[in-house]
T-cell receptor
Framework: DAKTTQPPSMDCAEGRAANLPCNHS???????VYWYRQIHSQGPQYIIH???NNETNEMASLIITEDRKSSTLILPHATLRDTAVYYC???????????FGKGTTLSVSS | GAGVSQTPSNKVTEKGKYVELRCDPI?????LYWYRQSLGQGPEFLIY????????DSGLPNDRFFAVRPEGSVSTLKIQRTERGDSAVYLC?????????????FGPGTRLTVT
């Protein structure tokens, strides 16, 4: 199963863009990259996922490098409510289980 | 619409006791997953169901853990002879179908404390 590497923590000022990096150098050609976040005492929340192309939804944008070895999650205008642990995930080969690491703790401050 | 629900939200039990944790997935979701999250760690996969069958239970730590989904909807995670090391938040998730392209939606979890 492909592994992901994320910085343990990041800070962001409210209203600024938060750019969260992730390395997944062992990802194979048909594996998706997923991003989830977990706000304190809640279950993980799906944000976005992608395979090759950049993706955008109402929550965030996902930029995947051409070689697919890394990606960046972008929260365009971070708010205090975006403070959470953000997980970059490559599911197991069968696509049946999300393999969580320790994620990046994003702290948004005013 | 309604999300994934889990009951109870908190469960305190004594070492050696039996516990059941319940998960109600999103209506129409055929795939259901159980994870366990210890303090300071990311969730750890336990088991998943496609319909009524447990298609992969490789994450269950030992034979004290068992899960069922008899009608392909509600699932129950059962833990026998609980140990203090079983204390964790147990998370349930469901998805529309099984596969890489389908996002999983998580419930709020059940916090299990074994004293």
């Amino acid at each position: 199963d492909a592994k992901t590497t994320q910085p343990p923590s990041m800070d962001c000022a409210e209203g600024r863009a938060a750019n969260l990096p992730c390395n997944h150098s062992t990802i194979s050609g048909n594996e998706y990259v997923y991003w989830y976040r977990q706000i304190h005492s809640q279950g993980p929340q799906y944000i976005i996922h992608g395979l090759k192309n950049n993706e955008t939804n109402e929550m965030a944008s996902l930029i995947i490098t051409e070689d697919r070895k890394s990606s960046t999650l972008i929260l365009p205008h971070a708010t205090l409510r975006d403070t959470a642990v953000y997980y970059c995930i490559v599911p197991n080969q069968a696509g049946t289980a999300l393999i969580f690491g320790k994620g990046t703790t994003l702290s948004v401050s005013s | 619409g309604a999300g994934v629900s889990q009951t109870p939200s908190n469960k305190v039990t004594e070492k050696g006791k039996y516990v059941e944790l319940r998960c109600d997935p999103i209506s129409g979701h055929t795939a259901l997953y159980w994870y366990r999250q210890s303090l300071g760690q990311g969730p750890e996969f336990l088991i998943y169901f496609q319909g009524t069958g447990a298609a992969d239970d490789s994450g269950l730590p030992n034979d004290r853990f068992f899960a069922v989904r008899p009608e392909g909807s509600v699932s129950t995670l059962k833990i026998q002879r609980t140990e203090r090391g079983d204390s964790a938040v147990y998370l349930c998730a469901s998805s529309l179908a099984l596969g890489r392209a389908y996002e999983q939606y998580f419930g709020p979890g059940t916090r299990l404390t074994v004293t």
